[in-house]
């Protein structure tokens, strides 16, 4: 499992970029509950990293991209796994 400060940080920085946990769940291929365990600190470590490391690609888009990205997975469909165009 994860630890308590790194599972407090996720749910903050998701907010942030303007995204639900069904927009991540969605942009990710996972399950809503898996975000929501994630980010309570009830996940994996290994979830957790894979987690924090799309929210590290994700903050590094541009922001039209990142903003395309979010708008897609929140219409069902996954991240782009390629890095953005710049």
């Known amino acids: 499992m994860n630890t308590p400060a790194q599972s407090a940080q ?8 303007g995204a639900s946990r069904e927009t991540m769940a ?6 809503v509950d ?6 309570d600190g009830a ?3 290994e979830q957790c990293s894979h987690y924090a490391q799309w929210l590290d690609r994700i903050e590094a888009w541009p922001a039209e991209h ?3 990205q979010l708008l897609s ?6 991240f ?3 890095d953005a165009q710049q």
Not at 10 to 17: A, F, H, M
Not at 26 to 31: H, I, K, R
């Open 10 to 17: 996720l749910p903050g920085r998701r907010r942030r970029l």
């Open 26 to 31: 969605a942009g990710l291929g996972l399950d």
């Open 34 to 39: 898996v975000i929501r365990a994630i980010e």
């Open 43 to 45: 996940a994996s470590e």
């Open 66 to 68: 990142r903003t395309q």
């Open 73 to 78: 997975a929140g219409k069902g469909r996954r």
């Open 80 to 82: 782009d796994r390629g």
